[in-house]
């Protein structure tokens, strides 16, 4: 958590770090942030010194409810830094950064380097950083200091996830209610008005529902038939609901204007499940129990893909472990960190073998079957959270019940 | 536009070029794969070759949306240099950008690299593709090849932002009439139920009809008193409205699912305008109309900033070219390219001498003054698309006038 921070820059030789980058959404700054309003602004901290938030003069007001220390790039001589390297952002951006370091009292060492930035710019930047001999910048590998903090959630981050739950829990209840008082006309389910319902307008009111909360959809899935049968596509728009479709609703919203995650799927077959969907379901019912009992507090992640691979593989489905190509069975990781990112640390993977349980950690279980050839997906995801005491719990309460029975049967 | 970037190539030497990232918002992605909706997948080509798409499996669907070639990178072998790197996925994704450059046909040559993604990642891949001595990897500056095809749009691009622009107008006409129908009591702006109506309730009728229109807003600004006078400040939700107050709304939305961006702002004041607001808003709408005067086809975009400059200094207002650090008077760029990104070239900034404008431009005019110490500031943007006969033209027909009417005077 955040207040690992200073222990982890001393665990790796880190002097100081540097947070930059545009207006691509940037996680790091953000999360040291505490989440201030702005699109451009960077970040230097000393080890064990304040962090220090520098931003233009026309974003100060939004950088100071960062409730960090704030100065302006003008106050600490950006415009001379510019005028030096003859208007040239980058080189002048290169020379600020030993102005910012000085700023934090850093005068040679070791500087960690994160954000979130155009490659090209990233590449030039950090080409004139490494003429500047009294620093070293460093490059770290994932995860980072920054990422390893983000990886255990503090108290009040855990409180704000649980509330995102809450809603996207609620969010879900509204969509299940809505598909259950549809009726059935043939194979298409019809609404109020006598119209076919089509996935534009299920997604539709998933995104006003989750505005009514405070949230903000990130590209939900809402896939039927064989395209739930490829893990992420997203659904076609125009595509009218059908009964007896397997649906993969795949919900994972942030607060709105960014902010914590909530991470769910739900699979429904509206009024009926087809026998081969069922089946499909419950292996991955019996996957998902596998996985959960197979936690424990400590223990490496991997472990917990490898178990549901293994009860996977022994009932004939193919794997990506047991073949890398596959395009049917299970071919996706069983879970991943979830926070002010979608995708964090730890990565339940067969692939990355580093990550181990700890208290504090937020992440998805979502094992899956898909067969796009046979015309349907199947997924089942809740977010979990290791609390204080070592015990995984759901942040995910809704019902997890394959078919959505109609009320008003045609 | 797209068509030129074979030329570009030429003109600047690069014999291919690979697109990649992580999950952010990558515009570059957007841009080349006609805006297909995965959250990986790096692009490559040759010059004068195809638009090769390359994603994991569970992307393919979607991506083959794209109307690219696709391949997965299992086909062209990443798993075997994941293997090869010893899981280690930066060092495999090194290795793995000389497969892609040979599935395009290069086996030696000047590389381009773009995109966006986390910085520490991209200085480490930079770092092992530097060992690659049959290719050489380069980091443009701006404006790359690809920022150089944004920077003019064609047809397609442009009826899109055309679209865009005429619901955000819709919108900003909804917020309008719902301001012109409240009740004024005392200071305070009641709705219809008596509630006194804060930020929060009007940037949340703003989201709602801009999803009802297809658009998503990407942080307006409605900022009243003195945080309209700091130019970034996004307006706090709780803050009621009030007669007489300068309210700066900044309305930047895109499409749906991000896209294409429409940027407009009017500045109101409910009900009436205390004179020095009302001269310091003549005064913008001079510059405003003062800019449009000032542009031409082929002309140096700098130069319509120092003639606003010029107008507001010669008035007695500072300007950030007559005091870089000043915060208050007139302290930010006249305008900027608007597309897939909020932020393009060209740049109208005295700061940024490179750009002319072009054909195909589409770019805000937004000229402002801030006096937060006298609690308001004033700003009006409009957005303006150069057309294929060199004209400029406004996309944002919306009214300018300071003053909305309380239709029901208390």
Chains 1, 2 share one sequence.
């Not at 590449?123 to 390893?148: D, H, K």
């Not at 208290?359 to 050839?373: A, K, T």
Request: with cysteine; hydrophobic share 40%; net charge negative.
């Amino acid at each position: 958590m955040k207040s690992d921070i200073d222990r982890l820059m001393r665990e790796r030789d880190l002097d100081a770090f540097i947070v930059f980058g545009g207006e691509e959404f940037n996680s790091a700054r953000y999360y040291l942030s505490n989440g201030a309003k702005i699109t451009h602004g960077t970040i230097v901290k000393a080890r064990d010194g304040e962090t220090l938030l520098v931003c233009s003069g026309i974003e100060y007001a939004e950088a100071q409810k960062s409730s960090l220390p704030v100065k302006t790039s003008a106050e600490l001589g950006y415009h001379d830094r510019l005028q030096e390297a003859d208007n040239k952002a980058t080189a002048a951006t290169a020379l600020f950064f030993g102005d910012l370091l000085r700023a934090v009292g850093l005068r040679s060492g070791r500087v960690g380097l994160y954000g979130s930035w155009q490659v090209n710019k990233t590449i030039r930047l950090y080409q004139l950083l490494a003429t500047q001999s009294q620093y070293e910048f460093v490059a770290e590998g994932s995860p980072t200091v920054i990422e390893t903090a983000m990886l255990t959630k503090d108290a009040q981050e855990i409180a704000r996830m649980k509330s995102v739950a809450r809603r996207s829990n609620a969010v879900m209840q509204a969509v299940w209610d809505f598909l259950g008082g549809l009726r059935q006309a043939g194979e298409f389910l019809l609404d109020e008005a006598g119209e076919r319902v089509t996935i534009g307008m299920v997604k539709d009111l998933a995104r006003r529902e989750l505005m009514a909360r405070g949230l903000e959809d990130t590209g939900m899935i809402f896939a039927q038939g064989a395209d739930g049968g490829s893990p992420h596509s997203r659904g076609e728009a125009d595509m009218p609901l059908q009964a007896g479709q397997a649906i993969v609703f795949d919900l994972f919203p942030r607060e709105l204007g960014g902010g914590y995650h909530h991470d769910m799927t739900r699979t429904w077959c509206v009024g009926y499940a087809p026998p081969e969907v069922q089946a499909a379901y419950d292996t991955v019912r019996e996957a998902f129990d596998i996985a959960i009992e197979a936690y424990g507090l400590n223990k490496p992640a991997h472990l917990m893909q490898e178990i549901v691979q293994d009860h996977f593989e022994a009932r004939g489905h193919a794997t990506s472990r047991s073949d890398p190509k596959t395009l049917h069975g299970y071919m996706h990781s069983l879970g991943h960190g979830v926070g002010i990112d979608i995708h964090e640390r730890p990565s339940i993977s067969h692939l990355a073998r580093k990550d181990i349980f700890e208290i504090g950690n937020v992440f998805s279980i979502e094992p899956g079957l898909y067969y796009p050839d046979q015309g349907f997906g199947v997924r089942v995801e809740d977010l979990f959270v290791i609390d204080e005491t070592g015990q995984l719990v759901s942040l995910t309460t809704f019902r997890k019940d394959l078919v959505i029975p109609l009320r008003d049967k045609a």
